[in-house]
T-cell receptor, first 115, second 110 residues
Framework: GAGVSQSPRYKVTKRGQDVALRCDPI?????LYWYRQALGQGPEFLTY????????KSGLPNDRFSAERPEGSISTLTIQRTEQRDSAMYRC?????????????FGDGTRLSIL | DAKTTQPTSMDCAEGRAANLPCNHS???????VYWYRQIHSQGPQYIIH???NNETNEMASLIITEDRKSSTLILPHATLRDTAVYYC???????????FGPGTRLSVLP
């Protein structure tokens, strides 16, 4: 597609449920990034992949959060046993290069609300 | 990555140039300056980046001081659609994630 696509756009779920957020990066982009954004703040890094390899997961808040990109394209961010504090906008970005100075291109995000 | 300092908010008259400053006094030689903006709840939009030379593209110009401790993003003819939060970020070459600060909320006024 023309840009980074994320689904669903909105997700409302009850506390304790598992959720899976999907990111479809720009075709051919090597790197894929996940960020979380609280209202009124800038995005906060969670994790990133080069191809299918998860290179850095230092931003994941705890072990309830995980991400995968099994074929080096689409990625899924999974949150298990959701808590209200997990409510936020989750954003995905992709970049054409695995290293270097290329910019990241962001999707419009998934707004997650935990009741 | 080096920390950046930006004004919390700025106003600009429609049609005039918007000059958004950013201080990055602890920037190191292998760090680039990037600018992104975010309009409402949309994802951050890449604007421009540079190392030490001034850069220009179809969206904006980036002016970096000779000592690289500060920079200015220039929107030459601001429109109402340029109202957004503008983020100045410094990142090492071959770095990966961007560290976003609070940015500058630019309001373009009719």
């Amino acid at each position: 597609g023309a840009g980074v696509s994320q689904s669903p756009r909105y997700k409302v779920t009850k506390r304790g449920q598992d959720v899976a957020l999907r990111c479809d990066p720009i075709s051919g982009h090597v790197s894929l990034y996940w960020y979380r954004q609280a209202l009124g703040q800038g995005p906060e890094f969670l994790t990133y992949f080069n191809y299918e390899a998860q290179q850095d997961k230092s931003g994941l808040p705890n072990d309830r959060f995980s991400a995968e990109r099994p074929e080096g394209s689409i990625s899924t961010l999974t949150i298990q046993r959701t808590e209200q504090r997990d409510s936020a906008m989750y954003r995905c970005a992709s970049s054409s290069t695995g290293t270097g100075v290329g910019p990241q291109h962001f999707g419009d995000g998934t707004r997650l609300s935990i009741l | 990555d080096a920390k950046t300092t930006q004004p919390t908010s700025m106003d600009c008259a429609e049609g005039r140039a918007a000059n958004l400053p950013c201080n990055h006094s602890t920037i190191s030689g292998n760090e680039y300056v990037y600018w992104y903006r975010q309009i409402h709840s949309q994802g951050p939009q890449y604007i421009i980046h540079g190392l030490k030379n001034n850069e220009t593209n179809e969206m904006a110009s980036l002016i970096i001081t000779e000592d690289r401790k500060s920079s200015t993003l220039i929107l030459p003819h601001a429109t109402l659609r340029d109202t957004a939060v503008y983020y100045c970020i410094v990142r090492v070459v071959y770095g990966q994630n961007f560290v976003f600060g609070p940015g500058t909320r630019l309001s373009v006024l009719p």
